[in-house]
């Protein structure tokens, strides 16, 4: 990491992002009177900002790092495993938003009390809890590697300190905190991509040019949707566990009764849709374009993972793991965000 030198300016920006991360919490700091506040935002969550927090739910490190390496070793089926989420949100705002929202709760887990028993309850709840702990605990970590493959901070103190943030705004600001922090996000991704996308592909003498030379000098399997290792059998296996998954998520239920009408939760379904429809290509287009640009992180003795891996895995992912249990507020709000 030592040929890595970040100039004042750059640790000004990123000091300045992760503060403006913990002043929105503390803003809303104050709005939190009553637990559903912290739950459901009041049932006054904005139909447009609950759709731009569903998509940024839905959006991890894993599509910089995991999508970013499929697309570039096998082509545009990186776009087909990441779309698997497009049909579980059509399935989920035509059915079960209204429902959600008519519901009237502020968790999930009140309502399997409410249909069930205290019992049910408190065995999913418990349950869920170990698979909670080890998918936020990789996703904290997959964020950390990026974060120190890009900019050279020390992989352990990134996870430390971005854990810290990330708890502080979910705890102090409630779902607020949460969705309003997804938008600045949202925003500083969207311009993020609209100079990655345009800047990659001017190294192949232009969006037309690089496209043309992706389709005309592919190699085989790279403009398929069903890529080796990546079969017709496993991918429709990923979208039936995405769409048993995601429909029942806290993350993604509490985007849809969060806002003031079972309208404008359909609404808000039908923006996270869209936006998981159109958000995918910028990423791995550009991915799919570093497979002719820097053929050689393809050749041993380079590692065929396009950011590394680290060291000392087991105790970052057990520090990850730590600040997911210290900082409740990922499961108290079941964000499960990368």
């Not at 739950?39 to 900002?49: A, H, R, S």
């Not at 938003?97 to 709840?125: D, M």
């Not at 790279?222 to 995601?246: E, K, M, N, R």
């Not at 992180?297 to 060291?311: D, F, I, R, Y």
Request: proline share 5%; hydrophobic share 50%; glycine share 10%.
């Amino acid at each position: 990491m030592g040929r890595y030198s970040l100039h004042a300016a750059d640790q000004v920006v990123i000091a300045g992002y992760f503060l403006l991360l913990a002043a929105v919490g503390f803003y809303f700091w104050r709005r939190m009177r009553h637990v559903r506040d912290l739950f459901t935002g009041g049932n006054n969550i904005p139909w447009w900002l609950a759709g731009v927090s569903f998509y940024l739910t839905a959006f991890s490190a894993f599509t910089f790092v995991a999508y970013s390496e499929i697309a570039y070793r096998y082509g545009i089926v990186a776009l087909t495993l990441t779309w698997s989420s497009v049909v579980s949100m059509i399935i989920g705002t035509i059915f079960l938003a209204g429902r959600w929202r008519r519901a009237r709760i502020i968790s999930p887990v009140e309502f399997l009390e409410a249909r069930y028993s205290p019992q049910i309850r408190q065995a999913l709840a418990w349950a869920g809890l170990p698979l909670k702990l080890i998918d936020d605990g990789l996703k904290i970590y997959a964020t950390e590697i990026f974060i120190s493959a890009g900019l050279g901070y020390d992989l352990r103190l990134s996870v430390i300190g971005s854990g810290v943030v990330m708890s502080l705004y979910t705890f102090m600001g409630g779902l607020w905190a949460v969705v309003v922090t997804d938008y600045v996000q949202f925003v500083i991704l969207t311009i993020g991509v609209a100079v990655l996308f345009p800047l990659v592909f001017s190294h192949m003498g232009g969006i037309g040019a690089g496209l043309e030379t992706i389709w005309r000098d592919h190699p085989a399997g790279f403009l398929s949707p069903f890529a080796h290792p990546y079969s017709i059998l496993y991918i429709f296996a990923l979208y039936l566990l995405v769409i048993l998954s995601y429909n029942g998520n806290w993350a993604f239920a509490q985007k849809f009764y969060s806002v003031r009408n079972e309208r404008e939760a359909r609404k808000a379904g039908i923006l996270a849709t869209v936006l998981k429809i159109l958000g995918p290509p910028p990423f791995v287009l550009p991915a799919m374009a570093a497979h002719y640009l820097m053929p050689e992180l393809a050749q041993p003795p380079n590692s065929p993972h396009l950011l590394p891996v680290g060291s000392g895995r087991t105790i970052d992912v057990a520090v990850g793991l730590f600040l997911c249990i210290s900082g409740g507020g990922f499961y108290v709000l079941g964000r499960g965000r990368g």
